[in-house]
T-cell receptor, first 114, second 112 residues
Framework: GESVGLHLPTLSVQEGDNSIINCAYS??????FIWYKQESGKGPQFIID?????DKRQGQRVTVLLNKTVKHLSLQIAATQPGDSAVYFC?????????????FGTGTQLKVEL | NAGVTQTPKFQVLKTGQSMTLQCAQD?????MYWYRQDPGMGLRLIYY???????DKGEVPNGYNVSRLNKREFSLRLESAAPSQTSVYFC???????????FGQGTRLTVV
């Protein structure tokens, strides 16, 4: 069936470096994508979103890039800080018969080394 | 403003027991969701409700039932719990204007 998945299960970066977390999706009909951050023992927290008619969106220290040609989504975190250590999920909304259905990928563990 | 509230936070059930997980949101959101998250895994959608009065199956609905009691509340029921249902359950809500869903803190359920 349709799925959203991630390339890298674990990513280690040095404090102050930039982080790039990748996500591949297979449902070309999805029209909205979201990145979430989940800290240990907590629920996912919304970070940034992007619609399918855009290819880039920037927030505070974060940028999401969408490449519909290869069905690829990425989250860039600038000047990574220890507080960024968490699991990051991409999610897609909509798609074939999806409507309001929000589907998550597997997740990437980001570890920030001091 | 509490956001999304789930009860209970922790629960241990014996195989075959039933229980209902409660979820309420105070953001006037139309859509509500129930997910389960197993260790080291992503979130899998169990059921969702696009609006009051409607519910739809997600990826893993077997063994669960839901009720959208009103716009605020969306409950998840396990009629006969099985060890395979041991997981952390998250409720979420979203609106049509801000599609990013807000999540509760989770219910950690263990079935022995």
């Amino acid at each position: 069936g349709e799925s959203v998945g991630l390339h890298l299960p674990t990513l280690s970066v040095q404090e102050g470096d930039n982080s790039i977390i990748n996500c591949a999706y297979s449902n070309s009909a999805s029209d909205y994508f979201i990145w979430y951050k989940q800290e240990s023992g907590k629920g996912p927290q919304f970070i940034i979103d992007i619609r399918s008619n855009m290819d880039k969106r920037q927030g505070q220290r974060v940028t999401v890039l969408l490449n519909k040609t290869v069905k690829h989504l990425s989250l860039q975190i600038a000047a990574t800080q220890p507080g960024d250590s968490a699991v990051y999920f991409c999610a897609e909304l909509g798609g074939t018969g999806g409507g309001n259905k929000l589907t998550f990928g597997t997740g990437t563990q980001l570890k920030v080394e001091l | 403003n509490a956001g999304v509230t789930q009860t209970p936070k922790f629960q241990v059930l014996k195989t075959g027991q039933s229980m209902t997980l409660q979820c309420a949101q105070d953001m006037n959101h139309n859509s509500m969701y129930w997910y389960r998250q197993d260790p080291g895994m992503g979130l899998r959608l169990i059921y969702y409700s696009a609006s009051e009065g409607t519910t739809d199956k997600g990826e893993v609905p077997n063994g669960y039932n839901v009720s959208r009691l009103n716009k605020r509340e969306f409950s998840l029921r396990l009629e006969s719990a099985a060890p395979s249902q041991t997981s952390v359950y998250f409720c979420a809500s979203s609106s049509g204007l801000q599609l990013g869903a807000f999540f509760g803190q989770g219910t950690r359920l263990t079935v022995v």
